[in-house]
């Protein structure tokens, strides 16, 4: 794992993205991978993010 890694999380599925707007976690920044074409967004790691991503994997 490298650094970037352990910082922050490259979320690449949208409905994931979609639901941790709608809980109030914002994206720093959206961008297009140059390895795949595939669109992401990039978080910030946090005790908060990790709580919204815990509970959409439970859902």
Avoid: R, V, W
């Avoid at 794992?1 to 994206?27: A, H, P, Q, R, V």
Wanted: glycine share 2%; proline share 0%.
């Amino acid at each position: 794992m490298n650094d970037m890694t352990k910082e922050y999380f490259f979320c690449y599925t949208k409905s994931m993205s979609l639901y941790l707007k709608e809980n109030g976690i914002n994206y720093l920044f959206k961008a297009i991978s140059i390895k795949n074409n595939q669109i992401f967004t990039l978080y910030k790691k946090t005790d908060e993010l990790q709580k919204a991503l815990d509970k959409f994997n439970q859902e």
